[in-house]
């Protein structure tokens, strides 16, 4: 069992920055694939990132790529989630999820876990 709570949102204006992280609780956290997906007001929640459990392996979704970046730190049990360059059209809850079998993936039907989310707000 995996436990997962989401920190490090707020309310930022557009073109600022802001890092999500995500603390996992669990023995096993090291050995998950972790992702962050987001859901904004009216809309399905989509992927935004993913990391394999060595960090090695990393995909993002295309509006993210070059203003986004995950990483995790085994030894806190924490992946983040730095955000920059930020767009209004990136409000929207963030998630945090985990993955008991390490392969990476964009489909939140694959991952096991989930955080309870955290907003993020980008003003124009």
């Known amino acids: 069992q995996v436990h997962l709570v989401e920190s490090g949102g707020g309310l930022v204006q557009a073109g600022g920055s802001l890092r999500l992280s995500c603390a996992a609780s669990?023995?096993?956290?090291?050995?998950?694939?972790m992702g962050w997906f987001r859901q904004a007001p009216g809309k399905e929640r989509e992927f935004v990132s993913a990391?394999?459990?060595?960090?090695?392996?990393?995909h993002y979704a295309v509006s993210v790529k070059g203003r986004f970046t995950i990483s995790r730190d085994s030894a806190k049990n924490t992946v983040y989630l730095q955000m920059n360059s930020l767009k209004p059209e990136d409000t929207a809850v963030y998630y945090c999820?985990?993955?008991?079998?390490?392969?990476?993936?964009?489909?939140?039907?694959?991952?096991?876990?989930w955080g309870q989310g955290t907003q993020v707000t980008v003003s124009s």
């Open positions: 990391t394999s459990w060595s960090g090695g392996i990393t």
């Open positions: 669990g023995r096993t956290f090291s050995s998950y694939v």
């Open positions: 999820a985990a993955r008991k079998e390490d392969i990476v993936s964009s489909s939140q039907t694959q991952y096991d876990y």
